[in-house]
């Protein structure tokens, strides 16, 4: 595990005059380059300004900091659930609005949220379906659904399994970059460690980007990189 942080500094020239990335960046999957969002309204306010930073392709990071410092929303810019207020979101290279959010969101990413958001009415295999053209016994064997609940209402399997459905979901299609808010939030020590292992093999063994937003230790300690959003955010400072 290392631990990232004074990549803010290295913002300004991460990009050439025609807006392209340095070859500095070009090994990133995901790069922030100045992104900062403020949610507008009456109570209107920054929560995240002047964040540089990238994020590979084969590596787990863990994105932590405290309640309330911004990454469930940061997690939804790189979502493509919402658009920055400053700055811009490049996905190799290339700026995620320009081929519309819609495109990112269907081809490029795929979300693991920490209260699952599977179907109830729909079976495990379902489900998994639910996430793009595959195979869903492969991957449900993959993250250690065994055969017998594969043709269940979701609503009768634990957190944890559902848990690792809505992981087998995220892994239908060929989206490059898998995003978890809080994933094992909800999940007893022993379950969280089987759904770490699973979120791991997506790095390493899928090559995916995989960013995951968590308050617990087990998970920083063994992502591959820690990323304290207070050290990349200028609005914390
Ligand atoms: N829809 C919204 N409108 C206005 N402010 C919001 C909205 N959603 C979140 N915020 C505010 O933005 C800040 C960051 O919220 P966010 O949910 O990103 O934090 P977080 O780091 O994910 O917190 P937690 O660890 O508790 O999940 C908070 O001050 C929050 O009150
Ligand atoms: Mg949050």
Known sequence: ?????????????????????????????????GVGYAYRGKDSHEVLSGICTGFREKTMYAVTGPSGSGKTTLLSLLAGLDAPT????????????????????????????QSYNLIDYLTVRENVLLGGPCDPDTLLTRVGIDAGLRGRSVLRLSGGQQQRVAIARALAGTSEVLLADEPTGNLDEETEASIIDVLKRCAHEDGKCVIVVTHSSRVCAAADEVVELSRINKAAS
């Open 86 to 113: 400053s700055g811009r979101i490049l996905l190799k290279g290339k700026d995620i609005r320009e081929g519309g959010l819609l495109a990112y969101r269907r081809d490029a990413m795929s979300l693991v949220f």
């Open 1 to 33: 595990m290392t631990y990232q942080g004074n990549k803010a500094s290295a913002c300004g020239g991460s990009t050439s005059a025609a807006g392209a990335p340095s070859p500095a960046h070009e090994e990133e999957t995901l790069l922030l380059d």
